[in-house]
T-cell receptor
């Protein structure tokens, strides 16, 4: 049973508009959530994270929102740029620090159209 | 140096072969990870080494044998694999910290095909 779910395999957004990628989770023990971006033939690269005690974290064009009661988070990219076309993975961990690894969703393929 | 380097990028092997995947980082990270990713699936954690000691083994079959010779290197020894083991194998590293998000830095992966 998947603990981190990304239910949209793909998303197409026009350049300059907002991209919203969604993620749901089932494990209430998760306390950190991360977003990774992956280009073909490259490894995932870290984008942004959020602690479960916060509901928003912003870094430039990227903002992550967390709704803990709904076990839902979203990544907003605004404005979307052609270089944002990639697969985006939502990931979660259930401990602060340490080295316990991350649990990943299946990913959403974001396509930015000119 | 902010990279995790994985070799080889591609590997084709028969079911009776013995081969190894290698991973190297020079960021001073003391935790290293192996993940397996099949097409249209999320990366799945296989092994975690913390301070060169195996700390997590996610019930991985013994035909996969990890090794951490030192804090910069992580190997995955492969023997008697099955065709269903064909996948992208991702290595990652991270700091071991007392709190905060555990941010993993990934390599580009080794694409394994078992014939």
């Amino acid at each position: 049973d998947q603990q981190v779910k990304q239910n949209s395999p793909s998303l197409s957004v026009q350049e300059g508009r907002i991209s919203i990628l969604n993620c749901d989770y089932t494990n209430s023990m998760f306390d950190y959530f991360l977003w990774y971006k992956k280009y073909p033939a490259e490894g995932p690269t870290f984008l942004i994270s959020i602690s479960s005690i916060k509901d928003k974290n912003e870094d430039g064009r990227f903002t992550v929102f967390l709704n803990k009661s709904a076990k839902h988070l979203s990544l907003h990219i605004v404005p979307s740029q052609p270089g944002d076309s990639a697969v985006y993975f939502c990931a979660a961990s259930d401990s602060g620090g340490g080295a316990d690894g991350l649990t990943f969703g299946k990913g959403t393929h974001l396509i930015i159209q000119p | 140096d902010t990279e995790v380097t994985q070799t080889p990028k591609h590997l084709v092997m028969g079911m009776t072969n013995k081969k190894s995947l290698k991973c190297e980082q020079h960021m001073g990270h003391r935790a290293m990870y192996w993940y397996k990713q099949k097409a249209k699936k999320p990366p799945e954690l296989m092994f975690v080494y913390s301070y060169e000691k195996l700390s997590i083994n996610e019930s991985v079959p013994s035909r996969f044998s990890p090794e951490c010779p030192n804090s910069s290197l992580l190997n995955l020894h492969l023997h008697a694999l099955q065709p269903e083991d064909s996948a992208l194998y991702l290595c990652a590293s991270s700091q071991v910290q007392l709190s905060g998000a555990n941010v993993l830095t990934f390599g580009a992966g080794s694409r394994l095909t078992v014939l």
